[in-house]
């Protein structure tokens, strides 16, 4: 073999590695999800009136909450793997701003969830529930409540890493404030575009879904600009 090949085989061994940890841990926290699906339940639906439509729709919706809280639960764990296989490509500077953040990014993302799952989801939730009463008898399936709740948690996990991401990439010089001040309005176009996909196709869901993620990206910004200052006083000029 090779010189040059054998760094190469070396990586695709450690990322299997990863890759195996990451799928073996997943499995165990779903296993135990499934142990507990029974204390589960009443949290994620909230003592709901809800109906199954058919009998295997008891299974999907168990499976999919316990895959859902496994992925929760397993995305630490995953993030780790994924640093230390990425770590010897980082420069040092690189890496010490990665530690800082990994823990950071998994709060961030919980936050993320708590704020979908007790904000977001039950003021759209009961608002087209009320708007539906005005003329229908409302029957919610657990099928159609798990998949509605999903829609307005995960995807906030992962964007509440967006202040944390910029943050990160200015403190290693990607990008700078003024750079983020440039492309706001793209970045607002590119958000809009975000709350159409992930919410019920009306306006006021659209809004309070888009109002939080303008917050977050402006929330990044500040927080790119405090970095900025810090790292370099020329930065007071370009304001």
Not at 1 to 9: F, G, N, S
Not at 90 to 116: C, D, H, M, N, Q
């Amino acid at each position: 073999m090779d010189a040059e090949e054998q760094p190469l085989v070396e990586h695709l061994i450690d990322l299997r590695k990863s890759l195996l940890r990451s799928v073996v841990f997943f499995v165990l926290c779903f296993a135990a999800s499934l142990l507990f699906i029974n204390k589960l339940v009443p949290i994620i639906t909230q003592h709901h009136e809800l109906v199954m439509m058919g009998p295997l729709d008891v299974i999907r919706l168990y499976t999919g909450i316990a895959a859902s809280v496994s992925l929760g639960l397993s995305l630490p764990f995953i993030a780790h793997q994924l640093w230390l296989f990425v770590r010897p490509a980082l420069t040092e500077k690189e890496r010490k701003a990665a530690v800082k953040f990994l823990p950071v990014i998994s709060l961030s993302f919980i936050g993320g969830l708590l704020f979908g799952y007790f904000v977001i989801f039950p003021t759209i939730y009961h608002f087209l529930i009320q708007m539906g009463q005005e003329h229908f008898k409302m029957f919610i399936s657990a099928k159609e409540y798990f998949s509605f709740l999903l829609m307005f948690t995960i995807p906030f996990g992962f964007l509440f890493e967006v202040p944390l991401v910029l943050l990160f990439l200015t403190t290693i010089g990607v990008i700078t404030p003024s750079s983020l001040g440039t492309i706001r309005k793209y970045a607002y176009i590119g958000l809009a575009v975000v709350s159409a996909v992930i919410t019920p196709p009306d306006f006021f869901s659209q809004l309070i879904v888009l109002v939080p993620l303008i917050a977050l990206y402006e929330i990044g910004v500040f927080l790119s600009k405090m970095k900025w200052k810090q790292g370099d006083g020329s930065y007071a000029s370009e304001a």
